[in-house]
């Protein structure tokens, strides 16, 4: 009995120290970004620094307001796309399909989950951006819509497999109960299903706009990669990639690499911000 106790006090122990190693890591990145993001945004001041236009390190001009302005755009963008696809994917999945096609749907899926970024970059410039750029008569296709629609299709693999965790999850005696007072199956699916699993759907879109807006290496190749202000057809810069693309020739200790460090630190806060609200907006719905 005593050796059983110590054993269970040990794993106790054990997941204490997981849980504080796992808060710590997130309180020392916290940390180091605000350190070495502050500085510049003293420098510059925060009002230019935030709303500010214009992006040039030979002239010392730091705004990133067309970075943040392209990120909301392109994450609201796929999230738009991504969400009702990987919703109704998720639905088929979980109540509809048969047992064979579900598998080899799922199957599909984990598999666009494992795809590295660089692949879905590379995919998206031999065939998205060609097919912009002949659909819709442009110079090039790389911008804003091609970038949407390549995070459309990232996101998709967490929507959905977080979504069908939570249909599966949802009792078979609420559908039942559904059926039996005459509810036809897609009214059942759709009025007691989904609203019973909505608390799982929403941490499924949390991580999708967590993927959608920390995404980088796919975005670069593209969107453009020009810090113009947002239009559907312009070449752009998200927050992500002004950091890939000019931190490696961005000197130590100069303003060009603290204003990189900046941006990283409003990424950061504008993800928590956001990932805030959507738990708020989910929690509030539940009760």
Not at 94 to 106: E, F, G, Q, R, T
Not at 166 to 194: C, I
Request: charge should be positive; charged fraction near 10%; aromatic fraction near 8%.
């Amino acid at each position: 009995m005593k050796r059983k106790k110590t054993i269970e006090t040990g794993f106790r122990l054990l997941f204490l120290i997981c849980g504080l190693i796992a808060v710590a890591f997130v309180l020392l990145i916290s940390i180091y970004l605000i350190i070495a993001g502050i500085p510049a945004i003293r420098e510059v001041g925060l009002i230019n620094f935030l709303f500010g236009d214009t992006w040039n390190a030979g002239t010392s001009e730091f705004g990133i307001l067309p970075f943040i302005l392209t990120s909301v755009y392109g994450t609201a963008g796929a999230v738009v796309i991504g969400v009702p696809i990987g919703i109704m994917t998720a639905l088929y999945l979980s109540k509809v399909a048969p047992p064979k096609i579900a598998k080899l749907v799922n199957t599909a899926v984990e598999l666009l989950a494992g795809i590295p970024s660089v692949i879905y970059g590379l995919v998206g410039m031999i065939v998205v951006v060609p097919a912009v750029q002949s659909v819709f008569g442009l110079s090039s296709g790389a911008c804003l819509l091609t970038a949407i629609v390549v995070l459309a299709v990232m996101i998709l693999p967490y929507i959905i497999n977080i979504s069908k965790t939570a249909l599966d999850a949802v009792p078979p005696e609420y559908e039942e109960a559904s059926l039996a007072l005459g509810a036809l199956r897609t009214e059942t699916y759709f009025k007691v299903s989904l609203p019973a699993a909505k608390r799982g759907i929403a941490t499924a879109v949390v991580q999708g706009v967590g993927r959608a807006m920390g995404e980088a290496m796919a975005i670069i190749m593209v969107a453009g990669n020009v810090a113009n202000m947002p239009g559907l057809f312009s070449s752009v810069r998200f927050l992500t990639t002004a950091i890939v693309s000019e931190m490696s020739y961005a000197s130590y200790g100069t303003l060009h690499r603290n204003a990189l460090f900046s941006i990283s630190l409003v990424l950061f806060l504008f993800i928590m911000m956001v990932n805030t609200l959507l738990h708020m907006i989910s929690h509030n719905k539940e009760d």
